[in-house]
């Protein structure tokens, strides 16, 4: 199976190999979308941008696993962007691709480990089923006719189940980064995961004793990279440059 990716170099006036952010986008999503290039051009004012397409995505092989085995996914991603030379490798993912860069975080080791991690929207356990939407997409990966209708949208989702126990959740994957700059950004009218999986989130790091993490609640903010504004993708943006300082200034026009 192979992952596939495209650069987005830094702005011309920003220090090139400074930072380099890898993005996973969520569940039915791709690279090629318009809501994921939205992130990525505002991502380069601040660095190298790689987006992936995360396994049964886009022009990605394989089958998605919801988020168990995409960690891989970004394991090669964030060795990719360290050959290319980046100094400090970042991850971010919205939704599921949240939950994924969390737990690869946790997990991930030498090379792999990214040095900033900031995840958007991502549910905090696994099988959350409280909102409308939620149960939807639980009937369409669980069935056989979901998983047809999904690959009709060019969405291959595996059939075999979790194993039991499942592996590490988003919320337990917090836990175990006491030291890794983290922020959570999370919508107060998020209609997937409501703003509890944040406050969820929160008290993990609290758990963990993470000095270097920080939860932000948008007001007004709905879903993921569809719903995103300008104004947060900028907000994100001056927290990665804050951590990089003094590598990193910011484009200027």
């Known amino acids: 199976m192979g992952t596939h990716s495209t650069f987005a170099h830094a702005k011309e006036d920003l220090d090139p190999l400074a930072l380099g952010i890898v993005v996973a986008h969520g569940f039915t999503g791709n690279r090629e ?72 975080a946790a997990l991930a080791q ?35 006719s979901g998983r047809l209708a999904l690959r009709g949208k060019g969405v291959r989702v ?3 189940p979790w194993p039991d126990p499942p592996p590490i959740s988003p919320e337990v994957a917090v836990e175990r980064l006491a030291d890794t700059p983290l922020l959570i950004v999370h919508g107060d009218v998020d209609h997937y995961f409501p703003v509890e999986h944040a406050y969820a989130l929160e008290n993990a ?19 993921a990279e569809t719903a995103i504004s300008e104004g ?14 003094p590598d990193l200034p910011v484009a200027k026009g």
Not at 117 to 140: E, K, Q
Not at 206 to 220: D, K
């Open 33 to 104: 979308q318009d809501h994921v290039k939205k992130v990525v051009i505002a991502l380069r004012e601040y660095g190298g941008v790689l987006a992936l397409d995360l396994r049964g995505h886009g022009e990605s092989g394989g089958e998605s696993t919801m988020g168990m085995d995409e960690v891989l996914d970004v394991d090669a991603a964030v060795a990719h962007a360290r050959d290319f030379g980046y100094r400090k490798v970042a991850t971010i993912g919205f939704s599921m691709g949240g939950s994924v860069i969390l737990r690869q």
């Open 205 to 223: 790091i609290e758990r963990a004793g993470n000095p270097n993490a920080q939860v932000i609640v948008v007001e007004g903010f709905g879903h």
């Open 158 to 160: 595996r059939s075999a």
């Open 110 to 144: 030498g090379a792999h480990a990214p040095d900033l991690v900031v995840s958007v929207s991502a549910p905090a356990f696994w099988f959350y089923r409280g909102t409308r939407i939620m149960r939807v997409v639980h009937r369409l990966i669980e069935t056989q």
């Open 232 to 245: 947060t993708l900028a907000q994100i943006g001056q927290w990665l440059r804050d951590q990089v300082q």
